[in-house]
């Protein structure tokens, strides 16, 4: 009977110790996974914070864009230098912020999206230089 009882013991204390051990294991791997997805959260963070930053380049790039544009219609229907401004400001930064939004953009497909952009508000503001020559005359023979 005691060795009956010391069998026993022995028995119930390995299945202690194996279920401590697996206890331990599986917080081992509960940790692990915690980690791992601390990890990918934070990477996803991090691109949701430069989608943010691209988008409010490209919102200002945009209100730049508009607002030449205005100055533009405004001039030419008034013929107040003051509304040629937002213009000439468009125009000297224009470059400076295609280069910042450039230097975010790291998708080949978008880089390429944002060349064809480029190109066609080169052509938009190389043409819009046109009008700014004619256009005092023009207006002052609508006069």
Known sequence: MIARDRIANRSIRSRIWQLATL??????V???LLTWSLERNREA???VEHTQMVLRALAAYTRQIVDAETGQRGYLLT???EYLIPYNEALAK????????????????????LQRLDKILNDKLKS????????????????
């Open 23 to 28: 206890a331990c294991l599986a917080l081992v």
């Open 30 to 32: 509960l940790g692990l």
């Open 45 to 47: 963070d991090a691109w």
């Open 79 to 81: 013929s107040q230098e």
């Open 94 to 113: 224009h470059k400076i912020r295609f280069e910042e939004i450039k230097a975010l953009i790291t998708d080949e497909s978008e880089l390429s999206k």
């Open 128 to 143: 819009s230089h046109r009008p700014f020559n004619y256009s005092k005359p023009m207006i002052g023979l609508k006069r």
